[in-house]
């Protein structure tokens, strides 16, 4: 039973898909949730915000799967892990659990016409959610990411880092295992090749001097073909394991009305572009942007697996 558990909350987003939660169930039946350090982001998460809201993110899935079960799930305080769970009986189903292995990234453009607007109508609203619609302002954040992104990717310390994540080709021995593929990225193999050139060192500044970096990596086209984007924000004190915890519920209620999602999480971790959303959109000094997702209905496909890790990697 424990290691289903595990195998159904490994299905749980993390950041650039590292999947640092390890687990462990001790002799007294306690399961111990544990980091697996070589899976931080030093550049990209040097505070271990994205780390931990990762962890908080697994933790509801193990909840969520649990609950199918009749299992209840009580979580505790670390003392030198992550955190403890008590599973015992008493545990009921939540609607959102049907949907954690159907909860999928699609970072190609989305469908138009009724059905997403239908969608978007069946959303639950939350005061942690800002649901942007109109189309201007769907472009004003498409161009904020996009200058946000840039900044970034100059950086050649983060580009370097989350390169070592993308997996562009189909040889990479991690291909379906972690990390962002090709085909989770909505890449063809020639925009795979095409991006493990424009991103390699010197190559991308030089392309930045004559004015060719931004266009190469730009989104706005793809973001301005959602039908909302929603901007989630949290009290500014919350810890990020909570955050995490009510982020995958969050994406999941997506996934329930029927509407694909993309984070946009630069839009957050861009201190520049994060006080500009939260100004223009009236999210108060109390509150911190986490990330804002682009919304819509994605075209008809087959859902492959998901890349994770195997169970004896995540067992430990």
Same mark, same amino acid.
């Given at each position: $039973?424990?290691?289903?558990?595990?195998a159904?909350?490994?299905?749980?987003?993390?950041?650039?898909?590292?999947?640092?939660?390890?687990?462990?169930?001790?002799?007294?039946?306690?399961v111990?949730?544990?980091?697996?350090?070589?899976?931080?982001?030093?550049?990209?998460?040097?505070?271990?915000?994205?780390?931990?809201?990762?962890?908080?993110?697994a933790?509801?899935?193990?909840?969520?799967?649990?609950?199918?079960?009749?299992?209840?799930?009580?979580?505790?305080?670390?003392?030198?892990?992550?955190?403890r769970?008590?599973?015992?009986?008493?545990?009921?189903?939540?609607?959102?659990?049907?949907?954690?292995?159907?909860?999928r990234?699609?970072r190609?453009?989305?469908?138009?016409?009724?059905?997403?607007?239908?969608?978007?109508?069946?959303?639950?609203?939350?005061?942690?959610?800002?649901?942007?619609?109109?189309?201007?302002?769907?472009?004003?954040?498409?161009?904020?990411?996009?200058?946000?992104?840039?900044?970034?990717?100059?950086?050649?310390?983060?580009?370097?880092?989350?390169?070592?994540? $993308?997996?562009?080709?189909r040889?990479?021995?991690?291909?379906?295992?972690?990390?962002?593929?090709?085909?989770? $990225?909505? $890449?063809?193999?020639?925009?795979?090749?095409?991006?493990?050139?424009?991103?390699?060192?010197?190559?991308?500044?030089?392309?930045?001097?004559?004015?060719?970096?931004?266009?190469?990596?730009?989104?706005?086209a793809?973001?301005?073909?959602?039908?909302?984007?929603?901007?989630?924000?949290?009290?500014?004190?919350?810890?990020?394991?909570?955050?995490?915890?009510?982020?995958?519920?969050?994406?999941?209620?997506?996934?329930?009305?029927?509407?694909?999602?993309?984070?946009?999480?630069?839009?957050?971790?861009d201190?520049?572009a994060?006080?500009?959303?939260?100004?223009?959109?009236?999210?108060?000094?109390?509150?911190?942007?986490?990330?804002?997702f682009?919304?819509?209905?994605?075209?008809?496909?087959?859902l492959?697996?998901?890349?994770?890790?195997?169970?004896?990697?995540?067992?430990?």
């Open positions: $039973m424990f290691r289903k558990l595990v159904e909350a490994a299905l749980s987003p993390s950041v650039h898909n590292t999947q640092p939660t390890r687990w462990r169930l001790t002799p007294d039946g306690q111990e949730v544990l980091q697996d350090d070589s899976r931080r982001l030093a550049i990209g998460d040097p505070e271990g915000r994205d780390l931990n809201v990762s962890h908080g993110s933790v509801e899935g193990f909840c969520l799967v649990s609950g199918l079960r009749g299992l209840a799930v009580e979580v505790r305080p670390g003392g030198g892990v992550v955190t769970l008590d599973v015992g009986p008493g545990g009921f189903a939540d609607p959102l659990a049907a949907f954690l292995a159907q909860r990234t699609w190609g453009k989305f469908e138009q016409g009724a059905a997403a607007t239908a969608a978007l109508a069946r959303l639950e609203r939350s005061d942690d959610v800002t649901v942007v619609q109109t189309p201007d302002e769907v472009a004003r954040l498409a161009d904020l990411y996009d200058a946000a992104s840039l900044r970034w990717f100059r950086n050649a310390p983060y580009r370097a880092e989350l390169v070592s994540w $993308m997996r562009l080709s040889r990479h021995p991690s291909w379906s295992l972690d990390g962002l593929n090709a085909e989770a $990225m909505q $890449m063809s193999a020639i925009e795979a090749a095409g991006a493990g050139l424009v991103l390699r060192p010197g190559v991308f500044e030089g392309l930045d001097r004559i004015g060719l970096a931004g266009a190469l990596v730009a989104e706005a793809v973001v301005r073909s959602a039908s909302a984007i929603a901007l989630f924000h949290r009290p500014a004190g919350e810890a990020p394991f909570e955050t995490g915890r009510r982020f995958h519920r969050v994406w999941l209620g997506f996934t329930q009305v029927g509407l694909s999602a993309s984070p946009m999480a630069v839009l957050a971790d201190v520049e994060r006080a500009r959303v939260q100004a223009d959109f009236g999210i108060g000094d109390d509150r911190r942007l986490i990330t804002a682009r919304l819509g209905v994605a075209p008809a496909r087959d492959t697996p998901k890349p994770r890790l195997p169970l004896d990697t995540l067992i430990v």
